[in-house]
């Protein structure tokens, strides 16, 4: 139990463009997911925490217009990096829990190359 | 404010020794504390975690162990093995998201 999908697994953009990245809880509905990114061989930095039916919550220093999050259902949140610049480069991850109380499950991850 | 600090950044153990990692949180109101396991690449795994109404807790080779007079958790992996090398973050909650430490490198020399 307690699947968390993220698609897709790995992503190459032009600068300037904008990439999508989805998160769906499988076998679960989450009122709240988590959104992480890591850099090379560094720790998780969480960036916000997404809400459904409600505006995320952005961690200090994470620009809430260029990472746009929607959690328009129960089973699916959104991560749209916008214009993205070869800095965005990173490794995003995706987490959520089945209650608020219950550890805390992981997607894949999408590994994001900007050029 | 949210902190959790990890120590140390890279162990180095030969198979079958024992390998402790240790983390410390800020917030004494934190009541629950994962460990993750992350193998090159991929997804991080979690592999044991802790409530603070319990001291220690074990699950076959793993134990995790609280203090939380003194804000301080560990791992502990005994008869260590190859596939035990890896990066191990250990997290603490703090209202409804977790925050993570640095990370440890573990390398099991056979």
């Known amino acids: 139990g307690a699947v968390v999908s993220q698609h897709p697994s790995w992503v190459i953009c032009k600068s300037g463009t904008s990439v999508k990245i989805e998160c769906r809880s499988l076998?679960?509905?989450?009122?709240?997911m988590f959104w992480y990114r890591q850099f090379p061989k560094q720790s998780l930095m969480l960036m916000a925490t997404?809400?459904?039916?409600?505006?995320?919550?952005?961690e200090q220093g994470v620009e809430k217009d260029k990472f746009l999050i929607n959690h328009a259902s129960l089973t699916l949140s959104t991560l749209t990096v916008t214009s993205a610049h070869p800095e965005d480069s990173s490794f995003y991850i995706c987490?959520?829990?089945?209650?608020?109380?219950?550890?805390?499950?992981f997607g894949n991850g999408t590994r994001l190359t900007v050029t | 404010g949210e902190n959790v600090e990890q120590h140390p950044s890279t162990l180095s153990v030969q198979e079958g020794d024992s390998a402790v990692i240790k983390c410390t949180y800020s917030?004494?109101?934190?009541?629950?504390f994962p460990w993750y396991k992350q193998e090159l690449g991929k997804r991080p795994q979690l592999i044991i975690d802790?409530?603070?109404?319990?001291g220690e807790k074990k699950d076959q080779r793993i134990a995790v162990t609280l203090n939380k007079t003194a804000k301080h958790f560990s791992l502990h992996i005994t008869e260590t093995q190859p596939e035990d090398s890896a990066v191990y973050f250990c997290?603490?909650?703090?209202?409804?998201?977790?925050?993570f430490g640095a990370g440890t490198i573990l390398r099991v020399k056979s």
């Open positions: 987490s959520a829990s089945w209650q608020g109380n219950s550890p805390l499950h």
């Open positions: 076998d679960f509905q989450a009122t709240t």
């Open positions: 997404s809400n459904e039916g409600s505006k995320a919550t952005y």
């Open positions: 917030d004494s109101a934190s009541n629950y």
């Open positions: 802790i409530r603070s109404n319990v």
């Open positions: 997290a603490a909650r703090y209202g409804n998201k977790l925050v």
